[in-house]
């Protein structure tokens, strides 16, 4: 019994190691037959056509010439309110949009600066800046045709540019 168990592992080691040496050895044979084929003379000229032949070239079409300027549309109509400690201001909005406020506060003193945004009856809309100085920010939002006022607490200079809608 043990001598067909060994006889069983004998020949199944064989088998394993010819199946290696044969998928290496055809991976030589098949090294030596391109070899072989690029030696011989009649491949050569065929070798000489491929490399002689002009190499085949991609024609990519130019980019489309860059759009020409058209001419820009209106833009939006900036207003500048500045003034020194707490002031109240109005401004007009001459039609409905987007509305942006840059506000800054350039007193060093760390103090409060705040703007508020009134409507024409005097109801406050939006605070729109409440921090130390100095303060720099922006805020944005959407007004109606109308006339607004700013209510502003400021220790010293401020500045508000506003952005409005084209009427």
Do not use: H
Not at 103 to 132: M, T, Y
């Amino acid at each position: 019994m043990t001598d067909v168990k060994r006889g069983f592992n004998v020949t199944l080691g064989v088998v394993i190691g010819l199946g290696v040496l044969g998928a290496c050895g055809a991976i030589i044979c098949l090294g030596c037959m391109l070899f072989l084929a690029l030696q011989s003379p009649a491949n050569e000229r065929v070798f000489e056509n491929i490399i002689s032949t002009p190499a085949i070239r991609a024609t990519v079409p130019p980019l489309d010439p860059p759009a020409t300027p058209t001419q820009a549309g209106p833009t939006a109509t900036p207003t500048l309110l500045q003034g020194n400690g707490d002031n109240v201001v109005q401004f007009t909005s001459p039609s409905a949009g987007l509305v942006i406020f840059n506000i800054e506060c350039s007193e060093p003193a760390e103090r409060q600066c705040a703007v508020w945004l009134l409507d024409n009856q005097g109801n406050k809309l939006d605070l729109l800046a409440n921090d130390i100085t100095p303060y720099s920010g922006s805020k944005s939002g959407q007004l109606q045709p109308a006339t607004y006022t700013l209510e502003v607490t400021a220790p010293g200079p401020w500045v508000i540019n506003i952005t409005l809608p084209l009427p």
